[in-house]
């Protein structure tokens, strides 16, 4: 049974440049958001169940689902984002457990890049979690910046999710991501040291 370790921070916390690296290593990354987005093309698990909520208005004239207009429509009503967590929810854990259960049977260690670990109760899955942390006011810049949203819209983004401080106390690993990237990777490799001793 392979250790199975379980990633997570927020939105532009440096998760991405922390499971590239990981997959230059030549470890299998899970990506949850990637699984959503291929759940989420036409023919998907969830894109059915999107057009059928939210009808017809949120598929493009390409036949797939507008982003950004299913994103203000969760993120702006509290009520919408508690059926998406819900509904998707289920179907994306079942997804991941599938995925998860394979990999357990051919890696000896490999992870799980999953945004809302600790928001849905993921935790148990993993032999350890590993947040990538960064202070606030770093993570709103960089979420300005990177895409291209006014303060006001960004800190909307941000309320809309756990605190990273609040997950600090839940991670078995904190990733420290407010300096430059080769610290940020020097962490990784010595995690990734002790992991394999372990």
Same mark, same amino acid.
């Given at each position: 049974m392979g250790k199975i370790i379980g990633i997570t921070g927020g939105i532009a916390s440096g998760k991405s440049t922390v499971t590239n690296f990981l997959r230059q290593r030549g470890f299998q990354v899970v990506d949850a958001d990637a699984l959503v987005h291929q759940l989420?093309? /036409?023919?998907g698990r969830l894109y059915q169940v999107l057009v059928n909520h939210f009808g017809q208005d949120i598929v493009s004239k390409n036949?797939? #689902?507008?982003?950004?207009? +299913?994103?203000? $429509?969760? *993120?702006?009503?509290s009520k919408e984002r508690e059926w998406s967590k819900r509904t998707q929810g289920e179907i994306i854990r079942e997804e991941l457990a599938s995925l998860r259960d394979n990999l357990a049977q051919q890696e000896s260690i490999f992870f799980m890049d999953i945004p809302l670990l600790? %928001?849905? =109760?993921?935790? @148990?899955? *993993? =032999?350890?979690?590993?947040?990538?942390?960064?202070?606030? =006011?770093?993570? $709103?810049?960089?979420l300005m910046k990177r895409d291209q949203l006014s303060k006001e819209l960004a800190e &909307?983004? +941000?309320? &809309?999710?756990? /605190? #990273?401080? %609040?997950?600090?106390? $839940?991670?078995s690993q904190v990733i420290d991501n407010n300096g430059s990237q080769d610290q +940020? +990777?020097?962490?990784?490799? @010595?995690? $990734?040291?002790?992991s394999e001793q372990d």
């Open positions: 989420q093309k /036409p023919g036949g797939a #689902l507008n982003r950004p207009l +299913l994103a203000n $429509l969760i *993120f702006s009503n600790f %928001e849905q =109760d993921y935790s @148990s899955w *993993f =032999d350890e979690t590993w947040l990538v942390y960064v202070d606030r =006011d770093v993570q $709103l810049k960089r &909307a983004r +941000l309320s &809309a999710q756990w /605190p #990273l401080e %609040e997950k600090k106390g $839940l991670a +940020l +990777l020097a962490q990784v490799n @010595s995690l $990734l040291e002790r």
